[in-house]
């Protein structure tokens, strides 16, 4: 998965692309619940697995964007770097995760995501 991330986000280092897989799946770890939460970490690498399910999920959860502003305010970094690295990451955790448990993933986090994952965000018809 590392390898990945480095690639598509373009990181120059393994220690880069580390450092924005765990400030990603640490907040994704605050996000998700139940059946998808533990769903997630049997199908991510080991590594991976214990970053994501090292949080304790949070009471009220964060819109796409909020996700984001709350990941930039953590680090301090810019908005722009940490959508980069939230998309780079959430691709490769989309890959790992497959069309079905993806469904439930967007299905049970508020709107906004879709995005993030490298998914087309789906409203229904009004």
């Known amino acids: ?21 765990r400030l990603v799946l640490s907040g994704l770890g605050r996000q998700l619940t139940g059946d998808e939460r533990v769903d997630l970490a049997g199908r991510l690498p080991l590594e991976a697995a214990r970053v994501l399910t090292a949080q304790i999920p949070d009471n009220q959860p964060l819109t796409g964007w909020a996700f984001v ?28 995760a497959g069309p079905d448990l993806m ?24």
């Open 103 to 126: 469904a439930r993933i967007l299905h049970q986090l508020p709107t906004g995501y879709a995005l993030l994952f490298g998914r087309a965000e789906l409203t229904p018809a009004a």
């Open 69 to 96: 502003k709350d990941l930039a305010a953590r680090t301090g970094a810019s908005l722009a770097t940490t959508r980069w690295d939230t998309g780079s990451v959430l691709s490769a955790v989309a890959d790992h």
């Open 1 to 21: 998965m590392l390898e990945k991330v480095r690639y598509e986000g373009a990181y120059p280092t393994r220690e880069r692309a580390d450092e924005a897989v």
